[in-house]
T-cell receptor, first 113, second 113 residues
């Protein structure tokens, strides 16, 4: 079955440390790829998206993600985490020429002072 | 600029009761959708609409009805509430179907006793 997997349910990092959140997908062709962030009690906000071209994409709030076709991955990174980054992060995909955005299970990020 | 507005924010129902979750957007978006969010499962698509008068089922449509009589409004109806429908519901809209940025409402938390 086609799916989106976020292996880490919870991650805790210290403020100022680097961050990498993992996302893997299992689709035959390269899908369209997205990362969303959900702050407590809020809806989701788009961080970045990949459709084609340069495999390293920049997003808002200092986040970036790298698409690796060989690993079917689209990991989210940030060089230095701020306390305000504490939130839940969702990877999502739309199969190429498909019409439904499918979400991973989410990774909850906690930031230690 | 209101964006996507959902009402109510909280609701408690008894098993068998019916209710409607309201969703309205003021961005003239063609595409609207309803998701439910459950712990560890990410967001799952219930129903979506690509324009007024057009709706289709998503991944988990059973027990829910939708209609799209105007571009702005996309209500979600629970016909006979069940405890399994206890969840947080999000309405989202976008210009394009699945390819553009999804704009989310703040969510409606529903508890079915």
């Amino acid at each position: 079955a086609q799916s989106v997997t976020q292996p880490d349910i919870h991650i805790t990092v210290s403020e100022g440390a680097s961050l990498e959140l993992r996302c893997n997908y299992s689709y035959g062709a390269t899908p369209y790829l997205f990362w969303y962030v959900q702050s407590p009690g809020q809806g989701l906000q788009l961080l970045l998206k990949y459709f084609s071209g340069d495999t390293l994409v920049q997003g808002i709030k200092g986040f970036e993600a790298e698409f690796k076709r060989s690993q079917s991955s689209f990991n989210l990174r940030k060089p230095s985490v701020h306390w305000s980054d504490a939130a839940e992060y969702f990877c999502a995909v739309v199969p190429n020429a498909g019409n439904m955005l499918t979400f991973g299970g989410g990774t909850r990020l906690m930031v230690k002072p | 600029n209101a964006g996507v507005t959902q009402t109510p924010k909280f609701q408690v129902l008894k098993t068998g009761q019916s209710m409607t979750l309201q969703c309205a957007q003021d961005m003239n978006h063609e595409y609207m959708s309803w998701y439910r969010q459950d712990p560890g499962m990410g967001l799952r698509l219930i129903h979506y609409s690509v324009g007024a008068g057009i709706t289709d089922q998503g991944e988990v449509p059973n027990g829910y009805n939708v209609s799209r009589s105007t571009t702005e409004d996309f209500p979600l109806r629970l016909l006979s509430a069940a405890p399994s429908q206890t969840s947080v519901y999000f309405c989202a809209s976008s210009r394009g179907q699945g390819f553009g940025e999804l704009f989310f409402g703040e969510g409606s938390r529903l508890t079915v006793l």
